[in-house]
């Protein structure tokens, strides 16, 4: 989720993302990197329908801008490792512009998409509320404005200090794509994580992409990063256990020490024009790709 605006809105709810090639701290423990790396497939690989995945992904609503990131978004090797069925019932956390929306949305028209977005009621700040309203009322214009495709799609609101994203048990996959960092600096994070697995079934999915930074780093880090040990903590102890780790959006260029952070390189682009072509050819941040299950 592009947090710039944020950024720039409202400080305290500025947040740190990283990335990098794993490190002694940043890893799981030798026995969980080792059940991971031999579930590296999808939980339902039989069950993810690979051709309507490719249609919604190739669909001619999605903006050419949006299709340039499928190269370091990945979007199909993403959702086939978490499992993501048709027929799934899926929660996508705060999904800003509705990136992933304009792909989740056609392809669980058998199932259910649920944008769950921040409810602007629940922030003290002003400016914070107004943020959250203009960018629902966004994704709600995108969901509505094309019933054939999105017509299924519904939102629900939520307090990130006691989220409640539905009925205990309803959904079958939570997916959460570059949000950890944000919810780390505002001390939101074990309270949503534990918000995931109540909402999960038994034997559900939550599926976290984040930027990876080299080591643990403070919850108020200001470089967009997070500790790859820090993310499977926040989910083991909300009770979920970590099924497989994937490599699919991982970038070993990013070398994470930018001097804005993750925003310097696509696609905030905080930096000096003179050093455009440096970070384009680094490309988007290094990220790790995590599918946990509740037993």
Not at 9 to 35: F, G, H, K, M, R
Not at 145 to 159: P, Q, S
Not at 227 to 240: E, P, S
Not at 269 to 274: G, N, P, Q, T
Request: with cysteine.
């Amino acid at each position: 989720m592009n947090r710039l605006l944020l950024a720039t809105l409202v400080p305290a709810l500025l947040a740190a993302c990283a990335s990098t090639q794993d490190s002694p701290t940043n890893t799981a423990s030798a026995a969980e990197a080792n059940a991971a790396a031999t579930a590296s497939a999808p939980a339902s690989a039989s069950a993810v329908d690979t051709a309507a995945l490719d249609a919604a992904i190739a669909g001619d609503w999605r903006s050419a801008e949006n299709r340039a990131r499928d190269a370091h978004r990945h979007p199909r090797e993403t959702l086939a490792f978490f499992g993501v069925e048709p027929d799934d019932t899926v929660i996508e956390i705060t999904p800003g512009g509705g990136w992933y929306s304009e792909v989740l949305a056609p392809y669980l028209a058998r199932g259910q998409y649920v944008a769950a977005v921040v409810d602007p009621a629940s922030q003290s700040n002003e400016k914070a509320r107004a943020y959250y309203t203009k960018a629902n009322d966004g994704l709600t214009a995108k969901l509505t404005g094309d019933a054939a495709r999105f017509g299924g799609a519904r939102t629900v609101k939520f307090d990130p200090k006691q989220p409640n994203f539905g009925a205990p048990g309803s959904a079958d996959v939570v997916l959460t794509f570059r949000n950890v960092h944000n919810w780390r600096m505002d001390g939101n994070a074990e309270a949503m994580f534990k918000g995931f697995y109540d909402v999960l079934k038994s034997g559900g999915t939550l599926g976290v992409v984040e930027h990876r930074a080299a080591a643990d780093v403070p919850a108020d880090d200001k470089s967009g990063y997070v500790g790859q040990a820090q993310v499977i903590a926040l989910a083991k102890a909300a009770g979920f256990e970590l099924a497989a780790q994937s490599e699919v959006n991982a970038n070993p260029r990013d070398t994470k020490n930018h001097p804005n952070g993750v925003w310097t390189l696509p696609p905030a682009k905080r930096h000096e024009a003179a050093d455009a072509a440096k970070y384009e050819a680094i490309g988007e941040s290094d990220r790790m790709t995590l599918r946990f299950r509740k037993p």
